[in-house]
């Protein structure tokens, strides 16, 4: 059963890797240059390298549908770029998951596969998909809603030591992104760890940095760069997260609820 994932982000790997593990056929489209901080447990990685592999499962960056059908049958999951997956007019995936995180509808129509899957704000079950995902940490974190939206966005990201809006590295002026730390590397509060052009990004805590842009992404002022995780050394940037393994759950119950015993 073929599967397209639009994005292939860190959130969007957490499905994709789920339903390789389960058998599922999976291509994922994404955009030229991709702005997932999360780079190193996305699928997304592939287009800045060609492969990438994510605990175990293979990513291959493809060019056309007939490399994305190669990759397929080597058993890798199938990265494409295509923004506006005008893939699933040829391919006519039987389930079709939107997870851009966009916070809202950037194209995906209820009218695109059997089953269509929104993840996160911006989506309505039973009007532009047929499931919704819900994304916000809490009770609800990978509910499967069959009717009406996900909660809103709160803006805030999730807590981790005390520390939610602190962790995250914004660019304070537009213009083009450049690392000057790498993700794993500790950094101290106060620290410049990127540029944007001439303009310095600082950390405002101490910790391990978890994520962080690619060069050469044009970003607008509050543009999400990156993030620190304040436990440091005891982080974790070499797995995927607890939400996107959720997430991923999720999505693999939706098909289940949909297909279930006709699946064999």
Known sequence: MLVIIRGAGDIATGIGWRLKQCGFDVVMTETQKPTCIRRTVAFST????GSYTVEGISATACNNIEQVQQALA???????CDPSASCIATLK???VIDSILAKH???TKI???PLVIGVGPGFCAGEDCHYVIETQRGHYLGKVIEQGPAAPNSGIPGNIMGYAAERI???TVSGTFRALCSI?????AGQTVAMVDDTPLCVEIDGMIRGMLADGIAVTTGFKCGDVDPR????DYTTISDKARAIGGAALEAILRRYGSRMQ
Not at 232 to 235: C, D, N
């Open 93 to 95: 995936p039987a389930v």
């Open 169 to 171: 590295i914004r660019s």
């Open 184 to 188: 794993g590397d500790l950094v101290q």
């Open 74 to 80: 080597n058993g890798h999951v199938a990265v494409l």
């Open 105 to 107: 509808n950037l194209g």
């Open 111 to 113: 009218t695109d596969a």
């Open 232 to 235: 440091g050394t005891k982080a």
């Open 46 to 49: 592939a287009l800045e390298q």
